[in-house]
């Protein structure tokens, strides 16, 4: 490839380009993948492949390139990296878009791989939006799709969308079998960027099963073999793993820490950015600071309106209501907590018993101040008001 670039040949070094690409990726060789990239971009100014290609490595390594135009793009399989890109960048606006292109692409080539990759990513662009449904219909039919064709690597992309709908409706034992199988294919093909995601999937279980050391070991894991492939996306999850685990276990300046890393060393999406200021939000609230408590909560709601996902506003309401307690209106809490209750009942989606602790706390908060009949009485009064007019 670098002689097809050194000696102009176009169309050599955009095919070679292509076919590496993959390699690249699988390997989780991305900062190598860019600046190969950018010289057959510059050597091939007018090919749209070429410049959707280093796009795609550029925003995996967490850089955000002017945007490609998709539109030009003849190869499916490049519409879907730079989609692939997109995704893990946290822009899902685009990134479906890029995919309904690659997915057109694909249809006309009859590429049966590129739709079961199409697939597999409008089942985690799903996740984003809180689309249960969506996850439950696409997920399963791009693994299906990944195991006609023999293809464990597409295969694997299903495990996290597939483990994380078990997750949210609370079958932890499912969520793991999930996560554990991803883990054993991933190191059976020596994918490492696959490995560090999987271990933060587990690590996220190790954390809702209260088991603190393990959640740690577990994420720091992640976090390092993640760091060391430049795989930014699956970084910054584990970083904020070690929030989690460290706020709920009690270690508030740790919290504060990891979350103070997040938000100044790390390109933050919306989706992430939502769930920063919530932490920092019921972090500032367990240390008795109502008014910053509710300045987070109120910003992750307003991001959470923009994602339109009920589970987003739910956990912004909650917060939102302890901080209500702390600054007297204990009433308005029970009823904040009866919306985002509604809110994600009407997803499909209540609150499991392992992710109570913060709910469960506020609503004691409340409780103990309103008694159980007035606290009752406003709970109710908030599940029967839409949460948009919170």
């Not at 959707?52 to 490595?57: C, D, E, P, S, T």
């Not at 539109?71 to 946290?90: E, P």
């Not at 992430?272 to 709601?301: K, M, Q, S, V």
């Not at 992710?355 to 159980?372: K, P, Q, Y």
Request: hydrophobic share 50%; net charge negative.
């Amino acid at each position: 490839m670098d002689e097809a670039v050194r000696r102009r040949a176009a169309a050599e070094a955009v095919r070679l380009a292509g076919a590496l690409s993959w390699w690249w990726l699988l390997r989780g060789r991305l900062y190598e993948a860019r600046g190969a990239l950018a010289a057959v971009a510059a050597a091939v100014p007018d090919s749209a492949e070429a410049r959707v290609l280093h796009a795609a490595f550029a925003l995996l390594t967490g850089e955000r390139p002017a945007g490609a135009d998709i539109a030009a793009v003849r190869d499916g399989r490049a519409a879907w990296l730079y989609a692939y890109g997109l995704f893990h960048i946290g822009e899902p606006g685009a990134s479906e878009k890029a995919n309904a292109r690659a997915r057109e692409l694909f249809t006309e080539d009859g590429d049966p791989w590129g739709t079961a990759a199409a697939l597999g990513l409008q089942a985690m662009l799903a996740l984003v939006r809180g689309d249960l449904a969506a996850i439950a219909a696409d997920g399963p039919r791009s693994a299906a799709l990944f195991r006609e064709i023999g293809d464990r690597w597409g295969e694997l992309q299903t495990v996290a969308p597939l483990a994380v709908l078990a997750e949210i409706k609370g079958d932890y034992a499912a969520a793991e079998r999930g996560q554990h199988e991803g883990l054993r294919i991933a190191r059976e093909l020596g994918l490492q960027n696959e490995v560090a995601a999987r271990l933060s999937g587990l690590g996220r279980l190790a954390l809702l099963a209260h088991d603190w050391e393990r959640a740690r070991d577990l994420h720091e894991r992640a976090r390092r073999m993640a760091a060391e492939q430049g795989y930014r996306y699956v970084e910054t999850h584990a970083l904020m793993g070690l929030a989690l685990g460290a706020r709920r276990s009690g270690d508030l300046d740790a919290a504060a820490a990891h979350l103070a890393r997040i938000r100044d060393e790390y390109e933050s999406s919306m989706i992430g950015e939502h769930l920063l200021l919530a932490e920092f939000g019921f972090t500032a609230e367990l240390r008795g600071d109502g008014p910053e408590a509710a300045a987070y909560h109120r910003r992750a709601l307003e991001i959470a309106r923009t994602l339109a996902d009920p589970r987003a506003v739910a956990l912004s309401l909650e917060g939102l209501a302890g901080a209500l307690v702390l600054t007297g209106d204990a009433a308005g809490a029970a009823r904040l907590l009866g919306a985002a209750d509604a809110a994600r009942r009407g997803a499909g989606a209540p609150l499991p018993e392992a992710e109570r602790g913060d709910v469960d706390r506020i609503t004691a908060a409340a409780t103990a101040v309103l008694g159980e009949e007035a606290f009752a009485a406003a709970f109710r009064g908030g599940a029967d008001t839409p949460a948009t007019a919170y």
